[in-house]
């Protein structure tokens, strides 16, 4: 039997595989999240020196997240630095995501007030050109050889 979590998890990622666009951006929003908290709380315990609070932590994850970066606190640790960019990273993720979102839905938009794709309209006129061919073929057949032998180039000059 599984567990709650499992369950929970498991129809989460069902709900993510119906729109993958916008479960991404829903997996990238808590990741970061997360990253902001942790972030915060994690530079504090890595740089003390540098970052005197917890709230000051969460006040430098919030501006490196969003790549805001005013510089009145930075870290000078090496772990307080490498904090900063996974942060760093987090924040460019959410961005690019987002993004990638936002213009699908104009991309999806876009398409259904055309009401089908530009695609449709070529595709459609190539089976009509194929089917005129075949048409020209069968009748070409049917008359028997008596038609001059068209090449690539058109009849043949002999």
Not at 26 to 45: D, E, P, S, W
Not at 49 to 55: F, L, T, W
Request: hydrophobic content about 45%; aromatic content about 6%; overall charge positive.
């Amino acid at each position: 039997m599984r567990s709650r979590v499992q369950k929970r998890v498991t129809r989460w990622g069902e709900r993510v595989a119906e729109n993958p666009f916008k479960g991404a951006w829903r997996v990238i929003a808590v990741v970061t999240v997360g990253v902001t908290v942790v972030g915060g709380i994690l530079v504090r315990l890595t740089d003390p020196a540098s970052i005197p609070s917890v709230v000051t932590g969460f006040w430098w994850a919030l501006q490196t997240v969003t790549t805001v970066g005013y510089g009145d606190v930075v870290p000078a640790s090496i772990a307080g630095r490498t904090t900063a960019a996974v942060v760093m990273l987090a924040g460019l993720s959410f961005l690019s995501v987002t993004t990638a979102a936002v213009t699908n839905a104009f991309v999806e938009a876009s398409a259904r007030r055309r009401g089908a794709h530009a695609d449709d309209t070529v595709l459609a006129e190539i089976r009509r050109l194929r089917a005129a061919v075949e048409q020209l073929r069968a009748e070409l057949g049917a008359s028997g050889n008596d038609a001059p032998d068209a090449g690539p180039t058109g009849p043949s000059s002999s």
